[in-house]
Nanobody, 119 residues
């Protein structure tokens, strides 16, 4: 599966953005999916994950209650709704096929999208 993330941009602290990840190919619905991010000078980190059918979701502690991951398998699209954004959320965000047991990415990575949160 090939992935392409988009929807990033510049937003003030407290604002919202919705990221999307478009997948190509008929197998999107067979993968658990996740969002990961990499801030300048830092390692890539897990943000959120969702099971194949969308019934189970997982979040990094720092984004719980602010971010919501969802998916539409009919549209081959993964989403990340980000509310109450903070400057520390600034990063390049990536979507990826994900192992739920370890909340780590494997296989396909999408091209990232930059989110910048100004204070």
């Amino acid at each position: 599966v090939q992935l392409q993330a988009f929807g990033g941009g510049l937003v003030q602290a407290g604002g919202s953005l919705r990221l999307s990840c478009a997948a190509s190919g008929p197998t999107f619905g067979s993968y658990h999916m996740g969002w990961f991010r990499q801030a300048p000078g830092k390692e890539r980190e897990f943000v959120a994950a969702i099971s194949r059918g969308g019934s189970s979701t997982y979040y990094q502690e720092s984004v719980k209650g602010r971010f919501t991951i969802s998916r539409d398998n009919a549209k081959n699209t993964l989403y990340l709704q980000m509310n109450s954004l903070k400057p520390e959320d600034t990063a390049v965000y990536y979507c990826a096929t994900t192992q739920l047991a370890t909340l780590t990415p494997f296989g396909s990575w999408g091209q990232g999208t930059l989110v910048t949160v100004s204070s």
